[in-house]
């Protein structure tokens, strides 16, 4: 296996389970409804929808850095809002979660292994390594996992 097949391998671990961690985000939101998603035991603290959506949407920031496009945020914000709270919103944040993985797993497919240790581009100068921004975004999924699954445990 290869460098990029093991970075596919964490980062879909990461999201869709069987994580050497714990529970993967898919597995820490399993059987919640949209306003279970939506409760957070402070005002202040974001929900499991909330966190959903920024897992969302930084892996859609990564895609667009491996395609050369550098923002300082991801486009639909850092912690999107939830909109609306119904099932059918819930269900969309879910779908959309699924495909800012395949299009990020795409894009690393495409992705030529000799660059991974380039840096990427920002609008100060030379950021991490593609390896490390990859590396990260198991990461911060396998975090962000972690807050949904003690939050339940908390409600």
């Known amino acids: 296996m290869n460098v990029k097949q093991r ?17 993967s985000v898919k597995e820490s939101i399993a059987g919640l409804n949209a306003e279970e998603a939506a409760w957070s ?47 059918e919103s819930w269900g969309e944040a879910q779908q959309d979660l699924e495909t800012a993985l395949k299009g990020l797993l795409a894009a690393l497919e495409q992705f030529p292994e000799e660059r991974l240790m380039e840096r990427t581009v920002t609008e100060k100068g030379p950021g991490l390594p593609y390896f490390d921004v990859l590396a990260g975004v198991a990461r911060h999924n396998a975090y962000h996992a972690g807050q949904i699954v003690m939050m339940r445990r908390m409600r």
Do not use: Q
């Open 41 to 87: 035991p402070e005002p202040n603290l974001h929900s499991a929808w909330k966190l959903m959506l920024h897992l969302t949407a930084w892996m859609e920031e990564v895609t667009e850095r491996m395609h050369g496009r550098h923002h300082n945020e991801p486009l639909r914000g850092d912690f999107p809002d939830t909109g609306e709270i119904n099932e």
């Open 7 to 23: 970075l596919e391998k964490v980062i879909g671990r990461s999201v869709e389970g069987r994580a050497w961690h714990g529970p």
